[in-house]
């Protein structure tokens, strides 16, 4: 069964960055759009961004315009964090669609990851 798998989370200070990555167990994740979600606790899984299957269409949420970039790079699509805040914790997701206007709705995507935790702190 197809997988994804989250990396790169950690504990990191206000004003700091990490870099998340998105790789498939099994097959490549060239065929479909990748989305990211978060989810803080007692909070509903939320959109972040998303990027079609060549790399060309890109979408972020209002929350972390200007902050985080989405891309991808043969079989692995990244989450660039910068800038973080407080506000950005929560379990970071990737998550696959077969749609081609890169949602950022949940339900639009049918296989994801494990989640991997980011904490923004000091």
């Known amino acids: 069964q197809l997988q994804l798998e989250e990396s790169g989370g950690g504990l990191v200070q206000p004003g700091g960055s990490l870099r998340l990555s998105c790789v498939a167990s099994?097959?490549?994740?060239?065929?479909?759009?990748i989305g990211w979600f978060r989810q803080a606790p007692g909070k509903e899984r939320e959109g972040v961004s998303s990027i079609s299957k060549d790399g060309s269409t890109t979408k972020y949420a209002d929350s972390v315009k200007g902050r985080f970039t989405v891309s991808r790079v043969r079989s692995t699509v990244y989450l660039q964090m910068n800038s973080l805040k407080a506000d950005d914790t929560a379990v970071y997701y990737c998550?696959?669609?077969?749609?081609?206007?890169?949602?950022?709705?949940?339900?639009?995507?049918?296989?994801w990851g494990q989640g991997t935790q980011v904490t923004v702190s000091s």
């Open positions: 099994r097959f490549t994740l060239n065929p479909y759009t």
């Open positions: 998550a696959q669609s077969f749609r081609e206007t890169t949602p950022l709705d949940p339900d639009d995507y049918h296989t």
